[in-house]
């Protein structure tokens, strides 16, 4: 046989393995299921009412909760480069990633539970008392360094969960659509309670309201979390070698998805709001209004993942993610519209066919806004190992993050500064805020956040990572994962056969 024969039979050898690769499902029902629980654990909370909570339920002023903000974002940044590069060097029988959600998994249950019990401990404090304020920054300080360990092991777990983007993709459109039936009810129903308490129709306390409901949900999905921790595994091998912190800072700095990603992050971290709820709640009165005004768009949303592998055959990722992350804006634009003209943003019968419509139109895309970010995150990760030839999941997450969290620190202190300056009246609840505050939470939470976010439109226009680049990428770290893989196998063989021998 000549070497051209050779060649030829090598190359189709390697396009069939490539092709079975691609067919074949990596991750099992059992495992799948854990992922989908896993999914819900990340929203199966009421944290949708934090700010309401901290602000008029904990009664801290909101001088205070600028500072901690401050403090807390400056912490944040510091406690993610150092943690990233432990668990890039981390290298274990079980994975790079698993020990580290393992071990996140019970202190982190514990922590959500003690957040949610602050009326107990604090809340009878001044909302202007030094140990009010020494307590709630010291805890937040734990809870943020509990929460950067485990944002990075799960952006990192999630990559390489799979080494088949196809099985990925799948993963996360499947997590997004199940679980969308299920993470949200806590939201609704508190909601539910919260007008019922305010309106006098259900004799609890608030307070109590919010210990009951925030412990119940720590404590499900924390147990969720546990269970995946357990059950999930790493099928993409990490290199033997470990890349040294200055590697791994260059591998970001030449991954060019990377950076258009971040700095996309990084223009729209610009966006300045203060959130629906405190518009919702002490404007008109309906903490359900989320509710009601999203049930056209629960009917819409999971029929929108049905489209998604059409929507990426026929478009490209950079027309998905301009899409996808901006429909939201030009809606928000008309709503603000409407409730400007004749003080309709005070009138339910004007905002809840504007706020009905605007969330219908975008759940028909939630599917494209759900799945491409993640599946563009993971690609990501994925051409750095294809550029460098190594992986570095826990400081590429970082980095996407890092100069979003900076502008984030600012603009929460800033936010806490807005509400402050238009007259926002802690714990004085619906009713009693003065109309030009009224007006001024309705426009922070409409035209404020489209006009500060919209220069991170200009990054998406130069991203690349489509079509025959992405196919020829896949292609050759198929072929290299395969090498890593039997190197590891053969480390294993001979610590195995160093042991027998021992």
Partial sequence: MTSEAVREENTNETAGLQAAHKDRRYVGTKETAAYILYDIAQ?????????????????????????????????????????????????????????????????????????????????????????????????????????????IARTGMLATITPNIIDRTRLITEANLLSG??????????????????????????????????VFCSIVSGAFAIAFAFIAKERVNQTVDKPSIKASFKSILTNKPLLLITLSE?????????????YYINVLGLATMSTIVG????????????????ARKKFSTKTLWVFGSHINDFLMVGVFLIGSINKNYKKLGAMIP???????????????????????????IDYGEWKNGYRNEGLTGVAKELPRKLINTFGNTIKAAILHKVGYVEGAGFGGQSEKTEYSLFWMCTI????????????????????????????????RRAAIANEVNQM?????????GE
């Fill in 266 to 278: 990084f223009l729209g971290a610009f966006s300045i709001g203060s959130g629906v709820n405190y």
């Fill in 43 to 151: 929203s199966f909370n009421i944290n949708k009412y934090s700010d309401i909570f901290i602000t008029d339920i904990v009664k801290i002023g909101l001088r205070f909760q600028s500072i901690v903000s401050f403090v807390v974002g400056l912490w944040d940044m510091v406690n993610d480069i150092f943690l990233a590069a432990i668990v890039d060097k981390t290298r274990t029988r079980w994975g790079k990633f698993k020990p580290w959600l393992i071990i996140y998994a019970i202190p982190g249950l514990v922590l959500y539970t003690l957040y949610w019990t602050m009326p107990v401990t604090i809340g009878g404090m001044g909302k202007y008392d030094i140990g009010k304020l020494i307590f709630f920054l010291l805890f937040s300080l734990i809870q943020n360094l509990a929460d950067s360990t485990k944002g």
């Fill in 295 to 310: 049930i056209p768009g629960a009917i819409v949303s999971p029929i929108s993942y049905s489209y998604v592998p059409w």
């Fill in 492 to 500: 294993k063989d001979e610590l195995d056969a160093d042991a027998v």
């Fill in 448 to 479: 404020l956040p489209v006009i500060t976010s919209i220069l991170s439109i200009v990054p998406k226009l130069f991203y690349d990572l489509s079509g025959g680049k992405k196919e020829r990428m896949y292609a050759e770290l198929y072929e």
């Fill in 181 to 214: 039936f299920v993470e949200k009810g806590p939201e609704i129903i508190m909601g539910v309670l919260i007008d019922l308490v305010n309106h006098g129709k259900l004799k609890i306390k608030m307070p109590s309201l919010y210990i009951s409901a925030g």
């Fill in 354 to 380: 504007a706020f009905m419509l605007r969330e219908t139109i975008w759940m028909f895309f939630w599917g494209i806004r759900s799945v491409i970010p993640e599946e563009m995150r993971n690609e990501s």
